[in-house]
């Protein structure tokens, strides 16, 4: 899974019978330090998440299970909002 | 999911059957600005595009979905036609 | 899907007893204007293609799909020859 | 599979059900003399790892075998621990 | 597929119970030309291969084919030992 923000989402009049109803959010990938890296990139929502929070996501074929038995057509969806990362102190040492 | 837009469409007599009758579209991938980054790469349609629109669109085997239950041998569809991106006022200051 | 030009092929005796008899290609991949980029790959080739022309390939799972209903163990495959791109006026202007 | 050392985890109160009581590593890959390289991502653990320990993981699909028969939406899972990583002495000289 | 070469193999005591008795090796990925590119990864064999032999391996689902029926959490494995690559003459011109 991968970290990342929710920066905005993407409004679609014209979009897979599947997709109705659902809303699909813009997110930023971020390092562990809550720096953005690489290209921001669309995901559907299985948990309830707002604007501007830290998220993570999972990608490909699993980001479809939460909405078995639905078989919806996406490839990335948001799981978990971000209380906090703990870094473990000895990782910098190694 | 991925933003891009449609900058043209690939032209193949030669091809796996299952893809007849159906238009390679090329796309290029963007960011939320709209500004390209990547590489071009082929995809179908499932909702109906045209050239120069914002799309965005799925990948891997999610790809094969909207053509259930014919199994398509495609790894990127387009899925639906972006009206316009909302960027939340918040985001530019995490 | 990606585009790419056939560059040569790869011989090898000792392979996985399913990949018998199926010519590996080696592909370089390419961009809209025809120019190399990324590294090259070995694809499988499920519509007879020639040394030199201009393909497009699928990736993942999709990949095996053309051997259906055997199971070969690839993860990617040509598709087709390109004929030709069409690239949109328009393109330029977005 | 990828090698990457654990350092950190992630803390989410809001998540998918089915990741309840699945603590949620944070990994940094490392390549073979392990230095960093690429982003930090989230992973589930299917062995039992402490903080700081070089670990290889599974992508896409096969993160989620380990929890058979649950379906899990995971994409990525730490599968070993790393007791050492042997360099053939040829490899320099390729 | 991609290219590599064997560079080595991970040693783990500690791992998901149906790698036992896998041995998992260490490869880099190569180009065309033989040079190396992009970082290291762990990969199961399902041919049998020797220390800095040049070899194609196959990822994601795939990469668990050649263990049927047996469910193997992998994402990467080695499919062929590499006899030559033949680079066809016209390539360099287009």
Redesign the interface.
Known sequence: ???A????????????A??TGKK?L?L??I??T?SP???????LD????G??EMI?F?????????F?PD???????V??????????S??AG?
Chains 1, 2, 3, 4, 5 share one sequence.
């Open positions: 899974m991968k970290l923000r929710v920066i905005g989402n993407v409004v679609c009049t014209i979009k897979d599947r997709l699909i813009l930023q990938e390092d562990d809550g890296c690489g290209e921001p990139l669309a995901a299985a948990v309830g998440v604007s501007g993570f999972v990608t490909s074929k699993e980001a479809a299970f939460p078995d078989e919806i057509p996406t490839d990335a969806c799981l978990g909002v971000i209380d906090h990362i703990n870094l473990s000895s990782s190694h």
